[in-house]
């Protein structure tokens, strides 16, 4: 009989070495259960345009002086996470392969190597969580399915963070780590504070969320900043659904991956930002989505959109190919580029 050591040992072994079960989810006790899941991914990518080319579209790029055509293969999104339960207590860890590849030593030359890179980690008893995961200001079920990592994450809330997360029903309150982008970094002395509160059902959700901070701008003063959202995915016909996000105010580093900055100079930012999304089922394993998202911001003038339509056939539970056609542009800088890409996806 194996014991509480052996049965730990051999379930990272399999996590591990990709064996072809979903969901490992190992007994240890009657008050213990470790759990070991992630998915592989692998993604053919072809970007053509005056954007430079990246794995995935984010919020900012770099702008080429003429039009240049790439074609690239990686996995780096792939990722493994291991959940550990003992009672009331859950500990949860998450690594991507998106780390300098740089320093480790990686190139498209030899060895194509890249670093581990956490994701999460955190640790939750019963109402309380802390550590590092999504910001509670984030609304994680509305953001679109695509093959293109997070789809239009110019428009979308998206940041991972340490916080201290207290939830009750459908209300949850944060203290979260501050950072004043295009300001004084590291010199933030006062924790960003969100609240949110969900609304559920089965027609889907609506969140609420709010956003306050004190910022530090590069000249040593201090500058109040106030933002709120509305996002959610809501049942429509059959399996489909419609996914959206509206963000505005002083939102900055919280919306758009980098699309806004929290400062402009000693002034904050305002944003605007809005996501949609419908994902539609042909079948009961084809599906595609359309997406849409673009941000508008006051001081630097920003517009920037990321449109995408793709089709994704399961072929297994767990495996999944998929096909993604879409455009990501910066219209402030007269730049955009068009993208293909073809993923493969596994999900243990």
Not at 176 to 192: A, L, M, R, T, Y
Request: hydrophobic fraction near 35%; aromatic fraction near 12%.
């Amino acid at each position: 009989m194996l014991n509480k050591k052996n049965i730990i040992l051999s379930a990272c072994i399999l996590a591990m070495s990709g064996a072809a079960n979903a969901g490992y989810e190992y007994k240890i006790s009657d008050n213990d259960t470790i759990t070991f899941g992630g998915y592989i991914k692998a993604d053919v990518r072809y970007v053509d345009g005056n954007i430079a080319a990246t794995n995935y579209w984010y919020g900012s790029g770099t702008v080429l002086p003429e039009s240049k055509s790439n074609f690239g293969i990686a996995v780096n999104e792939t990722r493994f996470n291991t959940k550990y339960v003992h009672g009331d207590v859950t500990g949860f860890i998450e690594m991507d392969f998106y780390g300098d590849a740089v320093s480790g030593g990686g190139n498209e030359i030899i060895s194509n190597s890249s670093n581990p890179r956490l994701r999460h980690a955190f640790i939750k008893y019963k109402n309380i969580l802390v550590g590092q995961t999504w910001t509670t200001f984030q609304n994680t079920s509305s953001l679109a399915e695509a093959a293109d990592f997070g789809g239009p994450l110019v428009a979308s809330a998206f940041i991972r963070q340490g916080q201290v997360r207290y939830t009750i029903g459908g209300l949850q309150i944060a203290l979260e780590n501050p950072e004043s982008f295009g300001g004084q970094s590291g010199d933030d002395k006062v924790p960003d504070f969100i609240a949110k509160y969900t609304f559920k059902g089965d027609w889907g959700n609506i969140s609420v969320s709010g956003l306050a901070r004190q910022l530090q701008t590069t000249g040593g003063d201090s500058e109040s900043a106030f933002g709120y959202g509305i996002a959610g995915r809501l049942k429509t016909i059959g399996k489909d659904d419609f996914r959206f996000q509206l963000h505005a105010g002083n939102v900055g580093r919280y919306v758009g991956v980098a699309a806004a900055t929290d400062l402009v100079g000693e002034e904050v930012e305002e944003s605007t930002a809005i996501m949609v999304a419908y994902r539609h089922f042909w079948t009961d394993d084809i599906r595609s989505s359309v997406f849409y998202g673009n941000i508008t911001t006051d001081l630097s003038d920003r517009d920037r959109s990321h449109w995408g339509v793709n089709i994704f056939k399961n072929y297994t539970k767990e495996l999944s190919f998929g096909l993604e056609l879409g455009n990501f542009e910066m219209a402030e800088q007269d730049a955009d580029s068009d993208y293909v890409q073809l993923s493969t996806k596994y999900v243990f």
